[in-house]
């Protein structure tokens, strides 16, 4: 029977099997990269199940007009859970952890830069998730959904002032990200760190894999852009709590304020949740079509201008607050100037599976559902960084449709890829393949039939964040076929964790190098020992181990 | 499976299209069915966009789909890895220049669409509307008109000779809402400490539906609104019974006993009585609207009824307070209401 | 840290320290909070409806800025000496450090006991009110967090612990201490030279 974790085998050689208790004590003070980015990713897909369940409640109301499944106001909370838990329990988690695990073991390092720091990132920012769940705890308790906030993810001023949110629902969606957001800033730092300090001898920064490269200007973003979301917090409370005036209009307080403060936020967060989907794709793409990366000094010159740019777009999510003409302007020309490095990023890949000799494995069939969905999320997008077509759009299902297609059929897909992609690498063993399958086609199924006729439903005029439409207005056929998309989604995560569950227990065991990959990582053990490597590499070129296999033909004669 | 895919995808299409013209008994609010200028202006705009990102998709998908088809590995593979393609300094170039040039097309078309319709000039005949949000309904008033109601704007139609557009004003009571009816104009937002404005100019009478697009708490979902859209003369009747003071029916007499001696004065303003409050909707001409509780019942004395009895059982959360009346008072005041028309 | 080649006749292999790395990314993410501290400020400016303005309640406090700069000084120089393995002098210069900090914040307490008690302004009495005492606040925060990470490496200090092993510790420290003093330049001028 193949060893989860050799370390636990090294420690109790002569002992019995170490006790449940041993075991746990081991994950909890770790500060191995690896055992916390899989703690990382373990709680993400928790939180995801979460989070889904959520998503499933308000398709389930909104599936008839006029329904009764659940009040305006559990479904209030459902509709900010959803959001805010996907985005920073579900999205910052498992990509961070990949992050962690990956990074240190693609530039040849033992470990991340600060460990300890690494382990108490992760307990703030598991501590945030579980401070807002415990948030259905209070005032009426389970039924009627507690004390859960209720002010949409992004907390609008002066909904979240005391007057309009009474109670402390508002005060753990602050409190909890304050916490995570430490772990989140924790753990940028990090990686940032790591991959200036840490690199193996050889690896200048143009020989770092795109995932590195990728998760680094990712790392720069979060230490730019959590602060403001943290200012804007901490000025929330000071004004739910010692009477300050940030936000309160009757004091002559901005609304618009909250909302650029959060903004500025809120728009670069979604590219740092959507560059580590581009990193694995990086990865993926190449070694399934058996080709280099097409353009790797252009690749990483548009993920850093995205980095960039992406910093002067966020009012386009305020193109309706009555802007001036040459505001709304410049933000349209921002957003879509935004969009050429990553149609560029989108041909490069189309580049590298041209002339490739293509596997589909199931790492690569997630890619390639990523790369068709994300080019619809795309154009969409494009759609509304045209103001006046927002001016209608925004606020609506078409944006809801949008973003959607950008996070599950972007991020998600490429999550799912790689999840499938460096399991082996993880756990010494494989994911079964015809599961895979299973799991990718209900899912494509289920996806775009939830979120395609979303898109109708905005143009005709469904408001989002509504709990409840009346009939005669158009909304029933887009929001019956969005809903019955839901099933085939659970259908396939049911899959999914059958497959995970069941090759942890008995997949088939996995070499170091189960897919003939060329970056670092491969060439050491699945699971890779706690030292990462026996000795440190040195590295010629981006491909080390294609390198290494082709001596007759390296990388470094091209690059 | 490429094939059911663009089959299901034509179907969903074909779907749109009629869900967008609609049926009997759907009425649209498609922002592809405009009557007043700025939306015309949007859609304008939105098919120069759509074309190009239709194109977009049917070029770059295209290269996909070809590409993960015709460059699969085949069944009797070598095992040899095909021949390894770095990059190309043209080709980069060749799709950074070509995106950028769309670009450029778009922001030209934006700019002089975003500039069209926020800098358009209020002609003389321009009605004017302040509208102010409420959680969770619409204050109506028209100033220069004397007349204040909720939840149904009444407009005029306006003719290209002689344009009546309406401008409003929007203003917020408490939180951030946005007025949106798709088929007269794209949303704006209804800030509190600040002053929105935007016009809307139909060249259709009709009733135009909307409701509030920006999430402003527990009835965000039951802000509708209802514009009419009259000829000029149909509109000016309707003005002409809005400024008259309310109705004094003899047979609601007990009932604005009711009315007036219990809290309901503190809210509501039935214009020519006691009752002055600005909290809740003005009641004056109450039975002139055709929905209750922005757009959450009809205008039925049965739902009349329900909805003093207990406001949370009809939209719940709704900041109306149960008024703990007997039935007989009940009763009375609701045909007191029913008189206000 | 830099590690000696593995390839014969390839040069050196150096990469920056991770403490001066971490540190620059941690000083990266805090100047972004003040920046957005810093932009409510002036966005708020003028635009109180009542109480108090700046220029009415403001003096320059030139004292206990130059008291705070003068201790980015005396820490460079208490670096330095424990680069040189002189540790009672960096101790001396350390605790200097620490007092003229110290000093700062008792300055900035008595200027908040008068805005308050004589002026009656608070958080909470206008826009103004809100934005000073946030930035200012925060900015304080900052100096009683580098005060007692200070305040730890002195009890070292003193207890014979610290050595010029260290040094590089103490300077990547002595940064955070910088940034804190860099960004009282910016409220300084912001707040106390735009009251003017």
Redesign the interface.
Known sequence: MAVLDPTIAAVHRDADRPSVLAILHDWVVTVDHKRLGLMYIASGLVFFLVAGSEAAIMRIQLALPNNHFV???VF?RMMTLHGTTMVFFVGMPILLGFANYLVPLMVGARDMAFPRLNAFSFWMSLFGACLLYFSFLGAEGLYGGGTAP???WFA????TARA?SRGNSTDYWTLSLLVSGIGSIGTAVNLLATTLCLRCPGMTLGKMPLFVWLNFVVACMILIVISPLTAAQIMLTLDRFLGAHFFD??A?????LWQHFFWIFGHPEVYVLILPGFAFASEIIPVF????I?????MVAASVSIGFISLGVWAHHMF???M??AG??FF??ST??V??PT??K??NW??T????????ATPMLFC?GF??QF??AG??G??L????????????YFVVAHFHYVLIGGLLFTIFGAIYYWFPKATGRRLDETLGRWHFWLFVVGFNLTF??LH?AG???M????????P???FE??NQLASAGVVFQAAAIVFFLWNVVRSLVRGAPAGADPWDAWTLEWSTSSPPPPYNFETLPVVRSRRPLWDLK?PDDP?WR?? | MRGAGAAALLA?IG??AV??A?DD????????APVSAP?D??VT??ML??A??AG??VV??S??TY??VR????PD?DGS????????EQ??LA??VI??LI?VV??L???R???D???ATRPPGAVDVTVVGH?WWWEIRYPALGIVTANELHVPVSDPANRTPTFLALESA???H?F?V?RL?????V????R??MWIEPRETGLF?????????????HM?LRVYVHPRAEFDAWVARQREPAVADASGAAGRHVFETTACINCHTVRGTVATGRFGPDLTHLMSRDTLVA?AAPMTPEALRDWIANPDHVK??ALMPAMQLGATELDQLVAYLVTLR | MSAPSAIAGTPAWTLPARGRVGIGGLILAESAVFAIFVAAYVFYVGKSLSGPTPKEVLDLPVVVSILLWSSSLTIHVAVRALRGGAVQSFTLWWLVTILLGAAFLAGTGAEWHRLIYQDGLTIRTNLFGTTFYSLVGLHAAHVIVGLVLLTIVLILALGGHVTRAHAERADTLSLYWHFVDAVWLVVFLVVYVGAR
Not at chain 1, 156 to 159: F, M, Q, S, V
Not at chain 1, 385 to 396: C, E
Not at chain 2, 185 to 189: F, V, Y
């Open positions: 009040s305006p106001q209030n209720d002010v949409g609008y001023a002066p909904l309009f209009t009757q002559g307080g901005s609304a618009v079509s058996r080709k280099v097409f353009g790797y000094p252009f309706t607050v009555g001036t003409p709304n302007t349209a020309v879509m100037i969009g050429v149609g560029i989108v041909f189309l580049a599976i041209w002339g490739g000799k293509i596997r589909f390639i790369l068709f080019l619809c154009l969409t494009i759609m960084s045209v103001a006046p077509f927002d001016w209608q759009l925004s606020d609506s395609a006729p109708f143009m005709i005029g408001p989002r964040r509504i709990y409840t439409y009346q005669g207005r158009g056929l887009w082709h990388d091209y690059e | 969903i779907a749109a869900a967008i609609g008994t759907t009425r649209t609010s498609s922002i592809f939306a202006a949007v705009a939105a966009v759509l190009i990102t977009i998709f770059v998908g290269l996909l590409g993960v460059f699969r590995q085949p593979d890895e095909p021949p390894q393609v770095y990059g190309s080709i980069e799709w950074t995106p950028i670009v778009l922001c078309v934006t700019a669409t975003v500039y319709v926020q800098g959680q408490d939180v951030a946005s949106w798709p104009a794209g949303k704006t937002d800030i509190p400490n600040r929105n404005t539906l909307g409701q509030c697009a920006e999430y402003c708490g527990t009835q965000h979902a509708l757009g719940p959360g």
